[in-house]
Structure formats: C-alpha cells, structure tokens
C-alpha cells in the first residue's frame, strides 16, 4: 500500500535559518504529492502540491521538487520566520481515487 | 465564508456514550472524508464519501459510523465512545482534479 515516511522532528530553528524538512514515499502509478500546514489550534491548509516528475511546487517561500527517481519531495524554505512555527505534513494522493495517505508531521519552532 | 464547518469543537464523553460529530461544507465537493489525528501517527483516515448516499471504510473505521444523504453533511457517529477515540477529528472536503482538499478547523474529543 501507500506510505509516506517524513523526517522526525520536532525541528527548532532560528529566524532567518534555511529549512529543509526530508519527505519520501512508497506508492504505485504516479500520486499527486502536497504540504499541508497545520497551524495551532487550526485545520490544515494546503501549502503546496506537484502533480507530475520534476514539477515544482512553490507557495510563501516554500518549495518543494517532485523526484520520482528518490521517491522524494522534501521541503525547503531560505529564510524562516517565526510566523512559520507549524506542523508540516507531507501527503500523497493516488491519481486513480481521493484518498490521501499523510506522513507523521514534522513540528517545526522558529525562535527569534 | 466558504468551507468546512465542524461542530462541536470540544466534547467530552464518557465510555459507552454515543455522539454525532457533524461535518458540513458549502463548496458542492462531492469527496468528504473523515481523519483522526494522534500524535506521532499523523492523520488517519476514518471513512470517506465519492457522494451523496456513497460511502466506504479507510483505515480505522472500527467503532464509527456514517452516512452521506446529501452533498452538503458528512456526520460521524460514535456508537459506543472508548478511551482509545480520544483523539482530535478532522473532516475535509474536495472538488477533484489536482485541487487540495479543503479541510474543517477539527474537533477535540476526549472519552473518559
């Protein structure tokens, strides 16, 4: 079946620091893949997705490369802020149906 | 606004008592799910609905419910509340295509 494995967290960063939090994942055919953030006490919201190999996702700094060779779609940002305190959660979506198959969540803290 | 709408945010229940969490959203989607959200696992899912009078079990459906009689409402229903369902709720919606799925602000539920 499907599966997303992300990196553990939780990650602590200072303002300004480059980001990456590490994303692979196991699935057959060709998924649409996403970053959803969860901010406190909210819902997730969607930060971005690719739909295809090598298709860049981009959204408020963040940017993530679909890599089918790595099985990977790791996100990135150049400069955190402390308003990017959030829990990120990789996710895939099977290309013949609607499920989504989430990854465990990376807490991230940015201090300033 | 458009959206998700969950009720309530916060419920305590004692074991063996039965409740409904509803789930309403305004956007036409025909694809509704239900998530639950522990920590350490991400989000998992409960049961989802391709639409009106059309649902089936994901990964965790033991001890819930549901039904789809129109586009608009996704109810979840607790038969028989446990210990092992405390955990924060999530209903989302989506329109199809290479869209994210929009999803409700979550309720906590605790079960003593």
């Known amino acids: 079946g499907n599966s997303v494995t992300q990196m553990e967290g939780p990650v602590t960063l200072s303002e300004e620091a480059f980001l990456t939090i590490n994303c692979t994942y196991t699935?057959?055919?060709?998924?649409?893949l996403f970053w959803y953030v969860q901010y406190p006490g909210e819902g997730l919201q969607l930060l971005l997705k690719?739909?295809?190999?090598?298709d860049k996702g981009s959204n408020k700094g963040f940017e993530a490369t679909y890599r089918k060779e790595t099985t990977s779609f790791h996100l990135e940002k150049g400069s955190v802020q402390v308003s990017d305190s959030a829990v990120y959660f990789c996710?895939?979506?099977?290309?013949?149906?609607?499920?989504?198959?989430f990854g465990e969540g990376t807490q991230l803290t940015v201090n300033p | 606004n458009a959206g998700v709408t969950q009720t309530p945010k916060f419920q305590v229940l004692k074991t063996g008592q039965s409740m409904t969490l509803q789930c309403a959203q305004d956007?036409?989607?025909?694809?509704m799910s239900w998530y639950r959200q522990d920590p350490g696992m991400g989000l998992r899912l409960i049961h989802y609905?391709?639409?009106?009078?059309?649902?089936d079990q994901g990964e965790v459906p033991n001890g819930y419910n549901v039904s789809r009689s129109t586009t608009e409402d996704f109810p979840l229903r607790l038969l028989s509340a446990a210990p092992s369902q405390t955990s924060v709720y999530f209903c989302?919606?989506?329109?199809?295509?290479?869209?994210?799925?929009?999803f409700g602000s979550g309720t906590r539920l605790t079960v003593v």
């Open positions: 996710a895939l979506q099977e290309t013949s149906g609607s499920r989504l198959t």
């Open positions: 699935a057959t055919g060709y998924p649409s």
């Open positions: 690719a739909t295809k190999a090598d």
């Open positions: 956007m036409n989607h025909e694809y």
């Open positions: 609905s391709v639409g009106a009078g059309i649902t």
């Open positions: 989302a919606s989506w329109r199809g295509g290479n869209y994210g799925y929009t």
